[in-house]
Protein backbone atom coordinates (compact mmCIF):
# COMPACT_ATOMS: atom_id res chain seq x y z
CA UNK A 1 0.00 0.00 0.00
CA UNK A 2 1.35 3.58 -1.23
CA UNK A 3 1.04 6.02 1.76
CA UNK A 4 3.41 8.88 0.64
CA UNK A 5 5.78 10.28 -2.19
CA UNK A 6 9.06 12.37 -2.23
CA UNK A 7 10.25 13.26 -5.61
CA UNK A 8 10.53 10.16 -8.03
CA UNK A 9 10.12 7.78 -5.11
CA UNK A 10 7.10 6.05 -4.10
CA UNK A 11 6.53 5.64 -0.32
CA UNK A 12 5.00 2.45 0.78
CA UNK A 13 2.77 1.36 4.28
CA UNK A 14 6.07 -0.10 5.34
CA UNK A 15 8.34 2.32 4.78
CA UNK A 16 10.18 1.30 1.88
CA UNK A 17 11.01 3.77 -0.81
CA UNK A 18 10.43 2.47 -4.56
CA UNK A 19 12.40 4.32 -7.54
CA UNK A 20 9.91 5.34 -10.26
CA UNK A 21 11.31 4.52 -13.78
CA UNK A 22 7.84 4.52 -15.24
CA UNK A 23 6.28 7.81 -13.75
CA UNK A 24 3.19 5.28 -13.18
CA UNK A 25 1.84 4.50 -16.39
CA UNK A 26 3.83 7.41 -17.61
CA UNK A 27 1.41 9.80 -15.98
CA UNK A 28 3.53 11.03 -12.64
CA UNK A 29 5.79 13.09 -14.92
CA UNK A 30 7.26 15.38 -12.16
CA UNK A 31 7.21 13.12 -9.18
CA UNK A 32 4.78 13.06 -6.09
CA UNK A 33 5.87 16.28 -4.07
CA UNK A 34 5.32 19.28 -6.31
CA UNK A 35 4.11 21.52 -3.99
CA UNK A 36 3.34 24.33 -6.44
CA UNK A 37 0.68 21.90 -8.11
CA UNK A 38 -1.02 20.84 -4.88
CA UNK A 39 -0.97 24.42 -3.69
CA UNK A 40 -2.54 25.42 -7.13
CA UNK A 41 -5.31 22.78 -6.65
CA UNK A 42 -6.04 24.23 -2.82
CA UNK A 43 -6.49 27.65 -4.23
CA UNK A 44 -9.21 26.58 -6.99
CA UNK A 45 -10.78 24.23 -4.51
CA UNK A 46 -11.30 27.20 -2.21
CA UNK A 47 -12.91 29.25 -4.92
CA UNK A 48 -14.78 26.95 -7.29
CA UNK A 49 -13.81 23.22 -7.54
CA UNK A 50 -15.93 22.84 -10.51
CA UNK A 51 -19.07 24.29 -12.09
CA UNK A 52 -20.79 22.38 -15.04
CA UNK A 53 -18.96 23.12 -18.61
CA UNK A 54 -22.49 23.65 -20.19
CA UNK A 55 -23.68 26.76 -17.83
CA UNK A 56 -20.23 28.24 -17.58
CA UNK A 57 -16.67 28.51 -18.02
CA UNK A 58 -14.49 29.21 -15.65
CA UNK A 59 -10.90 30.92 -15.88
CA UNK A 60 -8.60 27.85 -15.17
CA UNK A 61 -9.81 26.21 -18.25
CA UNK A 62 -9.73 29.38 -20.59
CA UNK A 63 -6.15 30.21 -19.53
CA UNK A 64 -5.64 26.58 -20.14
CA UNK A 65 -6.71 26.13 -23.07
CA UNK A 66 -4.51 29.16 -24.39
CA UNK A 67 -1.45 28.02 -22.87
CA UNK A 68 -1.85 25.04 -24.49
CA UNK A 69 -2.94 26.56 -28.09
CA UNK A 70 0.13 28.14 -27.91
CA UNK A 71 2.51 25.45 -27.04
CA UNK A 72 0.89 23.21 -29.84
CA UNK A 73 2.50 22.83 -33.11
CA UNK A 74 1.15 24.55 -36.24
CA UNK A 75 -2.72 25.41 -36.20
CA UNK A 76 -3.93 23.18 -33.22
CA UNK A 77 -5.52 25.88 -31.66
CA UNK A 78 -8.21 24.89 -30.19
CA UNK A 79 -8.62 22.95 -26.58
CA UNK A 80 -11.67 20.50 -25.69
CA UNK A 81 -10.39 19.77 -22.11
CA UNK A 82 -11.69 16.11 -20.78
CA UNK A 83 -10.48 13.75 -17.89
CA UNK A 84 -8.91 11.17 -19.16
CA UNK A 85 -7.08 9.73 -22.21
CA UNK A 86 -9.51 6.38 -23.50
CA UNK A 87 -12.59 9.75 -22.73
CA UNK A 88 -10.75 12.05 -25.00
CA UNK A 89 -10.00 9.31 -28.08
CA UNK A 90 -13.52 9.08 -27.90
CA UNK A 91 -14.05 12.18 -28.17
CA UNK A 92 -11.49 12.37 -30.93
CA UNK A 93 -13.43 9.69 -33.18
CA UNK A 94 -16.78 11.62 -32.32
CA UNK A 95 -15.20 15.05 -33.60
CA UNK A 96 -13.76 13.65 -36.83
CA UNK A 97 -17.03 11.71 -37.36
CA UNK A 98 -19.02 15.10 -36.95
CA UNK A 99 -16.46 17.00 -39.42
CA UNK A 100 -17.41 14.72 -42.35
CA UNK A 101 -21.37 15.04 -41.74
CA UNK A 102 -20.64 18.94 -41.40
CA UNK A 103 -18.43 19.02 -44.96
CA UNK A 104 -21.10 16.87 -46.68
CA UNK A 105 -19.69 13.28 -46.79
CA UNK A 106 -21.48 11.32 -44.20
CA UNK A 107 -20.29 8.40 -45.65
CA UNK A 108 -16.92 8.20 -43.96
CA UNK A 109 -17.57 6.30 -41.04
CA UNK A 110 -14.26 3.83 -40.78
CA UNK A 111 -10.58 4.40 -39.01
CA UNK A 112 -7.19 2.96 -40.10
CA UNK A 113 -5.32 1.83 -37.35
CA UNK A 114 -1.88 -0.04 -36.79
CA UNK A 115 -1.66 -3.67 -35.55
CA UNK A 116 -0.49 -3.69 -32.28
CA UNK A 117 -1.84 -0.11 -31.33
CA UNK A 118 -3.92 0.68 -27.98
CA UNK A 119 -5.58 3.82 -27.57
CA UNK A 120 -7.96 3.44 -24.79
CA UNK A 121 -9.64 1.38 -22.85
CA UNK A 122 -13.73 2.38 -23.10
CA UNK A 123 -15.61 0.91 -26.14
CA UNK A 124 -14.84 3.33 -28.63
CA UNK A 125 -11.10 3.74 -27.91
CA UNK A 126 -10.97 -0.02 -27.91
CA UNK A 127 -12.66 -0.53 -31.18
CA UNK A 128 -9.66 1.49 -32.76
CA UNK A 129 -6.98 -0.53 -31.50
CA UNK A 130 -5.74 -3.72 -32.46
CA UNK A 131 -4.00 -5.36 -29.28
CA UNK A 132 -5.43 -9.11 -29.12
CA UNK A 133 -5.08 -8.99 -25.13
CA UNK A 134 -7.13 -6.52 -24.77
CA UNK A 135 -9.72 -6.65 -27.47
CA UNK A 136 -10.67 -10.49 -27.77
CA UNK A 137 -13.00 -10.49 -24.10
CA UNK A 138 -14.94 -7.64 -26.04
CA UNK A 139 -14.67 -8.48 -29.50
CA UNK A 140 -18.52 -8.31 -30.39
CA UNK A 141 -18.70 -4.74 -28.61
CA UNK A 142 -15.85 -3.46 -31.00
CA UNK A 143 -15.80 -1.89 -34.61
CA UNK A 144 -13.95 -3.03 -37.09
CA UNK A 145 -11.10 -0.80 -38.07
CA UNK A 146 -8.82 -1.13 -41.12
CA UNK A 147 -5.38 -2.64 -40.15
CA UNK A 148 -2.60 -1.96 -41.58
CA UNK A 149 1.06 -3.13 -40.74
CA UNK A 150 3.54 -0.98 -37.51
CA UNK A 151 6.41 0.73 -38.19
CA UNK A 152 8.47 -1.65 -36.40
CA UNK A 153 11.76 -1.77 -37.65
CA UNK A 154 13.66 -3.91 -35.22
CA UNK A 155 11.33 -7.05 -36.45
CA UNK A 156 10.04 -5.93 -40.32
CA UNK A 157 12.41 -4.01 -41.72
CA UNK A 158 13.94 -5.91 -44.38
CA UNK A 159 17.80 -7.01 -45.12
CA UNK A 160 18.51 -4.79 -47.66
CA UNK A 161 15.78 -2.42 -47.14
CA UNK A 162 16.66 0.97 -46.24
CA UNK A 163 15.07 2.87 -43.12
CA UNK A 164 13.49 5.17 -45.74
CA UNK A 165 12.89 2.59 -48.34
CA UNK A 166 10.62 0.48 -45.17
CA UNK A 167 8.59 3.99 -44.24
CA UNK A 168 7.83 4.65 -48.25
CA UNK A 169 6.59 0.74 -48.09
CA UNK A 170 4.27 1.11 -45.01
CA UNK A 171 3.48 4.31 -46.19
CA UNK A 172 1.73 3.05 -49.71
CA UNK A 173 -0.15 0.15 -47.87
CA UNK A 174 -1.98 2.66 -45.85
CA UNK A 175 -2.44 3.94 -49.20
CA UNK A 176 -3.11 0.95 -50.80
CA UNK A 177 -5.77 0.38 -47.89
CA UNK A 178 -7.90 3.52 -47.99
CA UNK A 179 -8.54 2.62 -52.27
CA UNK A 180 -9.38 -0.65 -51.48
CA UNK A 181 -12.27 0.71 -48.47
CA UNK A 182 -12.97 3.22 -50.74
CA UNK A 183 -11.61 6.69 -49.83
CA UNK A 184 -15.02 8.12 -49.61
CA UNK A 185 -15.47 5.63 -46.63
CA UNK A 186 -12.17 6.18 -44.37
CA UNK A 187 -13.12 9.05 -41.55
CA UNK A 188 -9.34 9.13 -39.89
CA UNK A 189 -6.19 7.27 -39.71
CA UNK A 190 -5.46 7.15 -35.66
CA UNK A 191 -1.52 6.31 -34.62
CA UNK A 192 0.70 6.78 -31.83
CA UNK A 193 3.99 8.85 -32.61
CA UNK A 194 5.93 6.62 -30.86
CA UNK A 195 4.14 3.48 -29.35
CA UNK A 196 3.79 2.89 -25.96
CA UNK A 197 2.48 0.29 -23.56
CA UNK A 198 1.96 -2.74 -26.40
CA UNK A 199 5.20 -2.48 -27.72
CA UNK A 200 7.80 -0.62 -25.86
CA UNK A 201 8.76 2.77 -27.10
CA UNK A 202 8.94 2.18 -31.02
CA UNK A 203 9.45 4.67 -32.75
CA UNK A 204 9.15 5.54 -36.62
CA UNK A 205 11.87 5.76 -39.24
CA UNK A 206 12.79 9.27 -40.92
CA UNK A 207 9.82 10.35 -43.35
CA UNK A 208 7.33 7.90 -42.57
CA UNK A 209 4.54 10.16 -40.59
CA UNK A 210 5.63 12.70 -43.07
CA UNK A 211 4.31 10.04 -45.93
CA UNK A 212 1.21 9.54 -43.63
CA UNK A 213 0.58 13.28 -43.74
CA UNK A 214 0.59 13.41 -47.56
CA UNK A 215 -1.78 10.22 -48.28
CA UNK A 216 -4.22 11.03 -45.71
CA UNK A 217 -4.58 14.65 -47.61
CA UNK A 218 -4.44 13.11 -50.83
CA UNK A 219 -8.12 11.23 -49.93
CA UNK A 220 -9.66 13.64 -47.64
CA UNK A 221 -8.68 11.56 -44.12
CA UNK A 222 -8.49 13.45 -40.60
CA UNK A 223 -5.34 12.38 -38.84
CA UNK A 224 -5.39 11.56 -35.27
CA UNK A 225 -2.60 11.33 -33.25
CA UNK A 226 -2.60 9.39 -29.97
CA UNK A 227 -0.19 11.50 -27.80
CA UNK A 228 -1.60 10.60 -24.17
CA UNK A 229 1.57 9.26 -23.56
CA UNK A 230 4.49 11.06 -25.76
CA UNK A 231 2.49 14.72 -25.21
CA UNK A 232 3.87 17.08 -23.17
CA UNK A 233 7.49 16.91 -23.38
CA UNK A 234 7.66 13.59 -23.08
CA UNK A 235 9.62 13.02 -25.84
CA UNK A 236 11.79 15.83 -25.89
CA UNK A 237 9.39 18.83 -27.64
CA UNK A 238 6.03 19.20 -26.56
CA UNK A 239 4.20 17.05 -28.73
CA UNK A 240 6.08 13.84 -29.98
CA UNK A 241 5.19 14.91 -33.66
CA UNK A 242 6.76 18.02 -34.04
CA UNK A 243 10.08 15.95 -34.28
CA UNK A 244 8.46 14.34 -37.36
CA UNK A 245 7.45 17.54 -39.07
CA UNK A 246 4.34 16.59 -38.93
CA UNK A 247 0.95 18.69 -37.54
CA UNK A 248 -2.27 16.24 -37.01
CA UNK A 249 -5.88 17.34 -37.83
CA UNK A 250 -6.79 16.33 -33.98
CA UNK A 251 -4.12 15.30 -30.97
CA UNK A 252 -5.00 13.90 -27.82
CA UNK A 253 -3.14 14.55 -24.39
CA UNK A 254 -3.42 13.41 -21.26
CA UNK A 255 -1.24 11.36 -19.14
CA UNK A 256 1.55 14.20 -18.11
CA UNK A 257 -0.57 16.89 -18.91
CA UNK A 258 -1.26 17.36 -15.16
CA UNK A 259 1.57 15.05 -14.02
CA UNK A 260 -0.92 12.19 -12.14
CA UNK A 261 -1.69 15.94 -9.25
CA UNK A 262 -5.47 15.32 -11.27
CA UNK A 263 -7.07 13.23 -13.79
CA UNK A 264 -7.55 15.07 -17.15
CA UNK A 265 -6.88 15.59 -20.80
CA UNK A 266 -7.54 17.29 -24.01
CA UNK A 267 -7.81 17.40 -27.22
CA UNK A 268 -6.05 20.18 -29.44
CA UNK A 269 -7.90 20.40 -32.88
CA UNK A 270 -6.95 22.33 -35.73
CA UNK A 271 -8.67 25.20 -37.72
CA UNK A 272 -9.82 23.67 -40.40
CA UNK A 273 -11.90 20.91 -37.81
CA UNK A 274 -13.25 23.48 -35.57
CA UNK A 275 -14.45 26.27 -38.46
CA UNK A 276 -16.33 23.16 -39.98
CA UNK A 277 -18.08 22.48 -37.18
CA UNK A 278 -18.61 26.28 -36.26
CA UNK A 279 -19.62 27.05 -39.91
CA UNK A 280 -22.14 24.28 -39.90
CA UNK A 281 -23.47 23.23 -37.10
CA UNK A 282 -22.52 25.50 -34.69
CA UNK A 283 -21.42 23.37 -31.72
CA UNK A 284 -19.60 19.59 -31.45
CA UNK A 285 -22.38 16.88 -30.44
CA UNK A 286 -19.57 15.31 -27.25
CA UNK A 287 -19.28 15.84 -23.39
CA UNK A 288 -18.92 14.41 -20.17
CA UNK A 289 -19.63 16.37 -16.63
CA UNK A 290 -16.63 16.50 -15.74
CA UNK A 291 -15.05 17.85 -18.92
CA UNK A 292 -12.91 21.09 -18.39
CA UNK A 293 -13.23 20.62 -14.41
CA UNK A 294 -11.99 23.78 -12.59
CA UNK A 295 -9.41 22.33 -10.12
CA UNK A 296 -7.85 20.04 -12.94
CA UNK A 297 -7.17 22.77 -15.11
CA UNK A 298 -5.67 24.62 -12.75
CA UNK A 299 -3.61 21.39 -11.60
CA UNK A 300 -2.43 21.14 -15.65
CA UNK A 301 -1.14 24.83 -15.77
CA UNK A 302 0.29 24.92 -12.96
CA UNK A 303 1.98 21.66 -13.84
CA UNK A 304 2.86 23.48 -17.45
CA UNK A 305 4.73 26.33 -15.48
CA UNK A 306 6.57 24.18 -13.50
CA UNK A 307 8.01 22.24 -16.21
CA UNK A 308 8.48 25.22 -18.35
CA UNK A 309 10.01 27.50 -15.15
CA UNK A 310 12.31 24.67 -13.41
CA UNK A 311 13.63 23.71 -17.17
CA UNK A 312 12.32 20.68 -17.05
CA UNK A 313 11.73 20.30 -20.83
CA UNK A 314 15.53 21.08 -21.18
CA UNK A 315 16.20 17.98 -18.48
CA UNK A 316 13.90 15.48 -20.63
CA UNK A 317 16.37 16.02 -23.28
CA UNK A 318 19.50 16.17 -21.45
CA UNK A 319 19.12 13.05 -18.87
CA UNK A 320 17.05 11.49 -21.66
CA UNK A 321 20.85 11.57 -23.60
CA UNK A 322 22.63 10.27 -20.24
CA UNK A 323 19.97 7.39 -19.78
CA UNK A 324 19.88 6.03 -23.53
CA UNK A 325 23.94 6.28 -23.09
CA UNK A 326 23.78 3.99 -19.68
CA UNK A 327 21.05 1.77 -21.05
CA UNK A 328 23.48 0.89 -24.09
CA UNK A 329 26.59 0.65 -22.45
CA UNK A 330 24.96 -1.79 -19.56
CA UNK A 331 22.51 -3.73 -22.22
CA UNK A 332 24.38 -3.68 -25.43
CA UNK A 333 25.92 -7.52 -25.43
CA UNK A 334 23.26 -8.63 -23.02
CA UNK A 335 22.30 -11.78 -24.53
CA UNK A 336 18.65 -11.44 -23.70
CA UNK A 337 18.05 -7.58 -24.67
CA UNK A 338 17.46 -7.50 -28.34
CA UNK A 339 16.71 -3.98 -28.96
CA UNK A 340 16.83 -0.84 -27.64
CA UNK A 341 15.05 1.97 -28.24
CA UNK A 342 13.19 5.30 -27.80
CA UNK A 343 13.78 9.11 -27.09
CA UNK A 344 13.86 11.93 -24.60
CA UNK A 345 12.34 10.08 -21.52
CA UNK A 346 11.02 7.31 -23.10
CA UNK A 347 12.93 4.35 -23.63
CA UNK A 348 11.87 0.40 -24.21
CA UNK A 349 14.43 -2.62 -23.91
CA UNK A 350 12.79 -5.65 -26.00
CA UNK A 351 13.79 -8.79 -24.33
CA UNK A 352 14.63 -12.13 -26.39
CA UNK A 353 15.34 -15.52 -25.88
CA UNK A 354 18.02 -15.25 -28.42
CA UNK A 355 19.38 -11.95 -29.34
CA UNK A 356 21.26 -13.95 -32.56
CA UNK A 357 18.34 -14.52 -34.13
CA UNK A 358 15.47 -12.12 -32.32
CA UNK A 359 13.67 -15.47 -31.04
CA UNK A 360 11.31 -14.28 -28.49
CA UNK A 361 10.70 -15.93 -24.99
CA UNK A 362 7.60 -18.33 -25.03
CA UNK A 363 4.86 -16.59 -23.94
CA UNK A 364 3.72 -19.03 -21.53
CA UNK A 365 6.73 -18.11 -19.58
CA UNK A 366 5.39 -14.40 -19.26
CA UNK A 367 9.50 -13.16 -18.82
CA UNK A 368 8.35 -9.70 -18.79
CA UNK A 369 6.03 -10.70 -14.99
CA UNK A 370 9.35 -11.99 -13.70
CA UNK A 371 11.12 -9.04 -14.48
CA UNK A 372 8.07 -6.52 -13.25
CA UNK A 373 8.37 -9.04 -9.72
CA UNK A 374 12.11 -8.94 -9.56
CA UNK A 375 12.14 -4.69 -10.12
CA UNK A 376 9.67 -4.45 -7.82
CA UNK A 377 11.90 -6.57 -5.17
CA UNK A 378 15.17 -4.46 -5.93
CA UNK A 379 13.00 -1.04 -5.07
CA UNK A 380 12.06 -0.03 -8.53
CA UNK A 381 9.09 0.54 -10.48
CA UNK A 382 8.93 -0.02 -14.42
CA UNK A 383 6.15 -1.05 -17.33
CA UNK A 384 7.16 -4.49 -18.27
CA UNK A 385 4.95 -6.21 -21.02
CA UNK A 386 4.00 -8.80 -23.06
CA UNK A 387 2.62 -9.32 -26.09
CA UNK A 388 5.14 -7.33 -27.88
CA UNK A 389 4.95 -8.93 -31.19
CA UNK A 390 1.73 -9.60 -31.78
CA UNK A 391 -0.06 -9.17 -28.88
CA UNK A 392 0.54 -12.83 -27.72
CA UNK A 393 4.29 -13.20 -27.97
CA UNK A 394 7.41 -11.10 -26.87
CA UNK A 395 8.24 -8.93 -24.04
CA UNK A 396 9.50 -5.17 -23.48
CA UNK A 397 10.23 -3.21 -20.73
CA UNK A 398 9.42 0.38 -21.14
CA UNK A 399 10.84 3.23 -19.14
CA UNK A 400 9.96 6.31 -18.58
CA UNK A 401 11.25 8.68 -15.36
CA UNK A 402 9.98 11.52 -14.32
CA UNK A 403 11.28 14.46 -15.64
CA UNK A 404 13.05 15.77 -12.27
CA UNK A 405 15.68 12.93 -12.08
CA UNK A 406 19.10 13.68 -11.50
CA UNK A 407 22.50 11.83 -12.21
CA UNK A 408 22.32 9.78 -9.16
CA UNK A 409 18.29 8.77 -10.12
CA UNK A 410 19.55 7.51 -13.04
CA UNK A 411 22.65 5.31 -12.17
CA UNK A 412 20.22 3.97 -8.95
CA UNK A 413 17.51 3.24 -11.97
CA UNK A 414 20.16 1.05 -14.42
CA UNK A 415 22.03 -0.89 -11.46
CA UNK A 416 18.61 -1.60 -10.54
CA UNK A 417 17.05 -2.50 -13.57
CA UNK A 418 20.21 -4.73 -14.56
CA UNK A 419 19.51 -6.77 -11.60
CA UNK A 420 15.82 -7.03 -12.08
CA UNK A 421 16.50 -8.23 -15.62
CA UNK A 422 18.88 -10.92 -14.76
CA UNK A 423 17.31 -12.43 -11.94
CA UNK A 424 13.88 -11.89 -13.70
CA UNK A 425 14.92 -14.33 -16.78
CA UNK A 426 16.87 -16.56 -14.46
CA UNK A 427 13.66 -17.68 -13.44
CA UNK A 428 11.19 -20.12 -15.12
CA UNK A 429 8.24 -18.85 -14.92
CA UNK A 430 5.61 -16.78 -11.82
CA UNK A 431 4.13 -18.58 -9.33
CA UNK A 432 0.22 -17.20 -10.53
Not at 264 to 272: E, H, N, Q, T
Not at 362 to 391: F, H, K
Request: hydrophobic share 40%.
Amino acid sequence: MAVGGEGPYVIAADGRRYLDGSSGAGVSSLGYSQTRIIEAICDQARRLAFCYNANFTTEPAERLAEELARLAPGNLNWVFPGSGGSESMDGAMKLARQYHLDAGQPGRTRFITRRQSYHGCTVGALGVGVNPIRRTPFEPLLRDPIEVSPCYEYRDRLDGESREEFGARLVLEIDDAIERAGPGTVAALIAEPIVAATSGAVGPVPGYFQGIRRVCDKHGVLLILDEIFTGVWRTGTFLACEQEGVVPDIAVIAKSLAAGYQPISALLVGDRVFETLADRRGYFMHGHTYGSHATACAAALATLQVIQDEGLDRNVRERGAEIMAGLRGRFRDHPHVGDIRGRGMMFGLELVADRATKAPFASERLAWMNVARAALEQGLLCYPMGGTIDGVVGDHVLLAPPYIYGSGHVEEMLDKLATAIDVGLSRPGPSL
